[in-house]
């Protein structure tokens, strides 16, 4: 499988698949990282798994669709099959999602389709349920929503913070991340 990974951030589920990888768990490659924001850790961590990446600073872009088109392009470049959203954190439009119909899958921290949007955590917490967790979905216009490949649960503990439920959910995007890469394949070849 030839993977591009979307970051904006961190990058901590970008090394746990590219670590998967390495360790002879998943059967993919990482092409490209495509990055938007120029402080990104990600692309320290790409560099370590001697990754390109690929900056596309959205300031620079006049309207989403135009970011899109830049980033179709460069995904097409390095020849991506499946698109992955690891902390994308800009809305894409349907110039990404036509282009990669079906093979674009991204991480949301809530079990959908409970806490969409950005403050799902918190959102979590706020509506005292007791198990949250996360989701990874495939990816359509309409934000965190498009069919679900795989979840897993985490429990809300007593007297639980945003940062430390963060950490729980966190670790099981690792696990789930690099497993959900394989099933979706699997899936979308029937
Ligand atoms: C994750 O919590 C993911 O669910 C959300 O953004 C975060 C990305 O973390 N969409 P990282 O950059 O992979 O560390």
Redesign the pocket.
Known sequence: LKLGVM??????????IAQSIQDGHLNADIQVVIYNNPD???AERANRFSVSSVLLNHREFDSREDLDQAIVNTLKDHQVEWVI?????RIVTPVLINAFPNRIL????SLLPSFKG?R??HQALEAEVKITG?TVHLVVPEVDSGKIIIQAAVPVLEDDTVEAL?AR??AQ??QIYPAAIAIAAIQASH
Not at 85 to 89: D, T, Y
Not at 106 to 109: F, M, S, T, V, Y
Request: with cysteine.
């Open positions: 970051a904006s951030g961190s990058g901590s589920n970008f090394e746990a990104a850790k990600v959203m690891a902390g994308w954190m991204n991480i949301h921290p950005n799902a955590v996360c963060q959910i966190h995007e690792h």
